[in-house]
């Protein structure tokens, strides 16, 4: 899964779609995720940074993150 190119996102969570205006809010972890995302890591490797970084459950990242890729793309934040 990859951002699209021309999302704008800021290091506390402010992220901004110019295609559509739309503007959202996410937590501290997210704005981490998305930087990541931006630098083009692999979702696997993403989920290795928060497994390595943060005490969080396997299972429950997996559940989570599965959650987080469907709220991106509603938000339609996410290339094709």
């Known amino acids: 899964m990859k951002l699209k190119k021309n999302i704008a996102t800021s290091e506390n969570g402010f992220i901004f779609n110019p295609s559509t205006g739309d503007s959202f809010s996410s937590n501290g972890i997210a704005a981490e995720i998305l930087g990541l995302m931006k630098t083009g890591k692999t ?38």
């Open 43 to 80: 979702s696997l490797e993403i989920k290795q940074h928060i497994l390595d970084n943060y005490e969080v459950d396997e299972t429950q990242l997996e559940r989570d993150w599965e959650d987080w890729i469907l709220q991106l793309k509603d938000a339609n934040l996410l290339e094709q």
